[in-house]
């Protein structure tokens, strides 16, 4: 167990909480600085001493970790989530955006960290240990007996490629796009991805769009 855990697990457990919280809100506003947080400078925004700081995050690589903005985010939909793939797929890109807007300068801060950082620290920083892959996956989950294991990994992957700070950055900043629309694209991105995997199976009857914007049942061809 870590000198962090078992301190924090210690006595005056509601104080303690309090202490980190402060540290992390301290490093996620010098996030959102464009500033690359230290124990020591968080220490000092939160006004807590540096040798406290530390028993709470022996290093900087723990403090970036707790302080990654989805940290908590165990889901991106609501309860009262749409049944069908597609619609789930909008809302899963919807809230996604919400999210990566209300703090996309700590965004852009985390992803520059992730890319400077060690290979094995990576993971950590950016992905927060395949949190946006959970979160897709939960999206598809009503098309997942339709395809096989492999297929519905290279499709969750797929649109991991296309929802998150990377794909802001490029159709904001290299594309030009505004905010909105580039949302648009993410969002007609992710739908293409998901029509095409369910298009490409091998076996089965397939489905097609009708003018109507239906989805309908294509009978398959006859001997």
Request: charged share 25%; no cysteine.
């Amino acid at each position: 167990m870590s000198m962090s855990i078992s301190y924090e697990h210690g006595g005056r457990q509601n104080q303690k909480q309090r202490t980190r919280q402060a540290l992390v809100t301290a490093a996620r506003e010098l996030l959102a600085k464009g500033a690359t947080p230290t124990v020591e400078a968080a220490a000092a925004k939160a006004s807590i001493s540096r040798a406290t700081a530390y028993r709470y995050f022996p290093n900087q690589h723990s403090l970036l970790v707790s302080a990654h903005p989805e940290v908590d985010v165990t889901s991106l939909l609501d309860a009262d989530a749409p049944v069908e793939a597609e619609a789930r797929l909008d809302a899963l890109v919807d809230h996604a955006a919400a999210l990566l807007f209300s703090a996309e300068a700590t965004y852009r801060t985390m992803l520059r960290l992730a890319l400077e950082a060690e290979p094995a620290a990576r993971g950590e920083l950016v992905l927060r240990k395949g949190l946006r892959l959970r979160w897709i996956e939960e999206a598809l989950e009503p098309v997942r007996h339709q395809l096989s294991s492999d297929d519905f990994r290279r499709l969750v992957q797929a649109i991991a490629v296309t929802i998150w700070i990377e794909a802001i950055i490029v159709l904001v900043d290299l594309a030009g796009m505004s905010r909105p629309e580039a949302v648009d694209v993410i969002r007609w991105s992710t739908r293409a991805l998901l029509r095409s995997a369910l298009a490409d199976r091998p076996e089965g009857p397939r489905r097609m769009r009708t003018r109507a914007g239906a989805w309908a049942r294509q009978a398959p061809p006859r001997a």
